[in-house]
């Protein structure tokens, strides 16, 4: 490598085995909870609690998790009122009469309004209704957004390219506890006689979150 | 963990009641933020009871439950200088012993 930088037609197999331009792989060294996690998780198969198999398949099941399932909630709180209504009171009970899992969490649905737009962090780690959405984005666990979505939501929302109006009221919500939150989006203009499915595509997670809105058309 | 409902929870603080936080500074798993300790808030709903965290961390039952509720705070009361219409509002759980009446 480097030594005839202008003839790369004529490559020196009989030197070394490294691919030219390589990059080191970014791999750091493992962090104290990592190694704890790690050493815990091989105690427990070790000492026949789970097993290997057992772990996969829920990591398996959590990655399956996705935006589509709260998508749903949204479309049919939507579409049928005795539906929102029950989800905003009783929003565990509301997701079993679709189909959906109960969740281990108390869900708390929190609707947006011509006035009043709702925003979801969780400022002490990244809790989050995962069994709705799936895993939280990276940014969504940042310290960025985690100190200053409670401290300048507007700013942030200006950050996501939601500019609310001054005479819409933020309301943050600081996730820190045992609820989870669910955004439900107010049902944008334009959709009038759209089917579920049309209005579920519609609903993205950063819209469940608070950092966005839907909109009829892109 | 999901708590079945609020009824029957022995609960010292109602809907609208103003509250402080607690000020104080102590170690261990604790669920109260930093930035809303010692701040006056109201009572938005009681979420229900739940085991203390502050207990749980440590393998402990955190037995008896403890009532948890959503506080509402005004965010220039969280913060002087908030930069927002002065409508806008934070809401935080915080369970009742971090809570005294304001």
Redesign the interface.
Known sequence: MGEHPHHDDHHDHGRSNAHPGVRPDADESLTYYQVMEIALRELLIEKGVLSAEAVRRQVEKMDAWSPAQGARVVARAWTDPAFKAKLLELG?DALVDLGLE?????L?VIENTADLHNLVVC??CSCYPRWLLGLPPDWYKSRNYRSRA??????VLREFGLDLH??????????????RYLVLPARPEGTEGWSEEQLAAIVTRDCMIGVAVPRAAS | MIAASTAGVAARFRTGDRVTVRWADVPGHIRTPWYIRGRTGVIERLCGAYPNPEELAYARSGLPARPLYRVRFAQAAVWPDYAGSAADTLDVEIYEHWLEPA
């Open positions: 565990n109960r969740g281990l969490f108390k708390v400022t002490l409670v401290r300048e939501p507007r700013a001054d005479h819409v009221t933020v309301r943050v919500h600081d996730s820190n506890a045992d609820m």
